[in-house]
């Protein structure tokens, strides 16, 4: 009689067929006896040698990363300082140069015609509660949000019955990303 190679491979230590859910044995030392389990069980360990492996070689790359000396947070550069304002409760945003450069940052000057502010629609954002608001930039780098009332969109212009004075710079580009940093979204 030919034996024949498949059959023997999938044969166990009793003679059973391990194609089936289990044989009747039933499990030893935690590991199945069917072809599934053992190839989980080879996994198993795999992934814990991996495992072992991976956490050392992590902590030598990542201490790589780190400033060696104890300073370290006094010379840490900040793209984005935010601070908070007491009575109002909106933060008040300071930007380096390469930050606004490396978000685009764009202004644009808030005019008056009639009885209307006007404001370039781009500047306009939303909170989670609907609240409209603005960016303006009272000083160089330096960014708050203002509230404003929106009395009409047309085209790409805002006509407000509120907001910043005529004059004020406001943000027309990087708005959202000023609103991340000082909510802290995406840290």
Known sequence: MKSDPLKARRMGATGGDLRGPRVADGPSNGQFRNRTGEYKMKM?????????AAIPATALL?????DSSHDAEHHKI????????????????????????RLGIQLAEVTRQGDRLVAPYG????DAGGGEWVYASPQPMVFKRARVEVDRIEGDQLYLHTGPEP?????????????????????
């Not at 198993?44 to 040698?49: A, D, H, I, T």
């Not at 500047?123 to 939303?126: C, I, K, Q």
């Not at 406001?170 to 979204?185: D, Y």
């Open 167 to 187: 004059g004020t710079q406001v943000v027309i580009v990087g708005a959202p990303e000023l609103f991340g940093a000082e909510f802290e979204i995406g840290h």
């Open 62 to 66: 990542l201490a790589g990363c780190g």
């Open 123 to 126: 500047a306009l954002l939303y």
């Open 78 to 101: 900040h793209p984005a300082t935010v601070e908070p304002s007491g009575d109002s409760g909106i933060s008040r945003i300071t930007l380096t140069d390469r930050a606004a450069e």
């Open 44 to 52: 198993q360990r795999f992934n814990r040698w991996m495992t072992m």
